[in-house]
């Protein structure tokens, strides 16, 4: 498979694994040179670290018991006790700064129960570091006898563990700086090795590489050599072919020429007619809209109608609602009549006892004789006034009579004929509003239809100047053929005189041939 590849890319894969196999040594040696380094700086900022602050652990605690002891010298002023004071008190203060920085350093496996032992054994020795400067201010013998008991016995079990705790921590952290300065240089061995083997390895992989290349390219330019020296024998008879070709293609594109111009006159012909045809479709689309905008106005004119129809229909109905209230107030009027009808009764009723009582008003004054005289005259005015008021009252009744039977006939007549014509004018009506829907209804078809054929016309209108531009198109694009068909006339007899040079170019190629044949093999002497 890789001996099919082409020359350019043995040579980029071949470097460019040298190249992998240099960036895979480099890359190792920096991750093992970061990895070394990483273990020299844990012995250099933890364990060595570490061991300096034990370091001053064990001398603060060495000082401040050593201060205890200065406070049992003979002769110590108060000034001198008091430097004694402050030298512990700066040495309790050191140890705790100290002690504080090591516990921020995060602990390995195994150093923090060696930590605990130092830090529990110090927090024993610390109620006696607080008793021991009381004894020792003391000017009584037994407090400072009891002093030197503390420092002795009470003090020495966890004064000797600390110490003890603290060598332990400190050989620890010894031994762990020794195993990461082991664990260091192993790694700069392990790189050194690597580094060593992958060069050896790039070494031989290059010269591998080296006799591979030139075995190949030594095999693939004799190759060369052959397909050239056969290319140029093929060359040499495909440029008496192609001279042989180019006169028949100029011939060819001659008759060609011919028959484009020919193509060319029928296509102005053909662009004229869509021409034509695109002048048409726009008048068609014109009448098309003014048909649509006369059918719309007629749409309006219906459907206005259709409003004024049914305008008229409620005017008809307001009407009609106007005599049913007029004939109610006629009948209320009747009814006014009755009532009066009936108060006449009543008169003529009053009238009827107003006679009897003046009958009886002259019976009593003829009765009365002479006394009874004037009497007798009132009463028979009374009966004359009631007589009179009883003729008015009777021909009230007989008018009122006659009023209430023409007024109901009159009413009677004007509901049937009312009623007759808002029959006939609502039958009317309807049909009127039924004919002017059925003209609206028709009216959008036409609309519609209208419609339909202004989309269709403007289609042959867009398609009509896309095919007058299609055949501008193909008009201009037969020109350009007939340049072509021009230039192609003009190439082949190019062609042929190119043949003849490229048949004597063969034959140089040919001699080339040969001359590198013998610079890769040798001269044969």
Known sequence: MFKSKSLNFKLRASFGALIVLLLFVGGMNIHLLNKTTSQYDHVAKINLENSIILKHLDSSSREILRRMLQYTIEGNTPEDMARIDDSIKKHLEEYETYRKKYEAVPFVEGEAALYEEVNSNWLKMQPFLREMPLYARSSKMEDRVKFGNIYRTDLKASRDGF???LDALTEFQVNESHKWADMASKTSE????????????????????AYFISTGLTTQLRELTISLSEGAEVVAKASDNIAQSSEELSSSVNEQAAAIQETTASTEELSAMVKKNQENALQSNAVSKKSAESAQIGKRSVEQMIQAIEEIHHSNQKMMMTVDNNNANIEEIIKV???????????????????????NASVEAARAGEQGKGFAVVAEEVGNLATMSGNAAQEISDMLSASTAKVESI???TKEEVGVLMVEGKSKVERGISVAHECNEILDQIVTHVGDVDGMVSDITVASEEQSKG???????????DQATQINADSSRQMALSSEELSGQARKLNGLVLDLKDTIEGKVA
Not at 471 to 476: K, P
């Open 163 to 165: 110490f003890k705790a």
């Open 190 to 209: 392990t790189a050194d090795l690597i580094t060593m083997v992958t060069l050896s390895l790039g070494v031989v992989f290059g010269a591998f590489i």
């Open 337 to 359: 009549i009755h009532e009066i009808s009936n108060k006449t009764k009543v008169i003529n009723e009053i009238v009827f006892q107003t006679k009897l009582l003046s009958f």
């Open 411 to 413: 009413v009677n007549k």
């Open 471 to 481: 055949i501008s198109e193909i008009s201009r694009a037969m020109g350009q053929l």
